[in-house]
């Protein structure tokens, strides 16, 4: 009984990194887009100046 808790445990905490890993990820890519978005506007709008 002991080892099926420790199995089911084990499987949740899988399921649970599978799910929360490729969030923090795309949230991560999400942040970086748009910090690299609004400098390449201020690069375009440099480049319009001149």
Do not use: N, Q, R, Y
């Not at 490729?22 to 890519?29: D, E, F, H, V, Y």
Request: cysteine-free; hydrophobic content about 60%; aromatic content about 4%.
């Amino acid at each position: 009984m002991k080892a099926l808790k420790v199995l089911l445990i084990g499987i949740g905490a899988l399921l649970a990194a599978l799910i929360v890993i490729p969030l923090t990820i795309l949230a991560g890519l999400f942040v970086w887009l748009k910090l690299t978005e609004e400098s390449d506007e201020d690069d375009m709008e440099l480049d319009d100046t001149i």
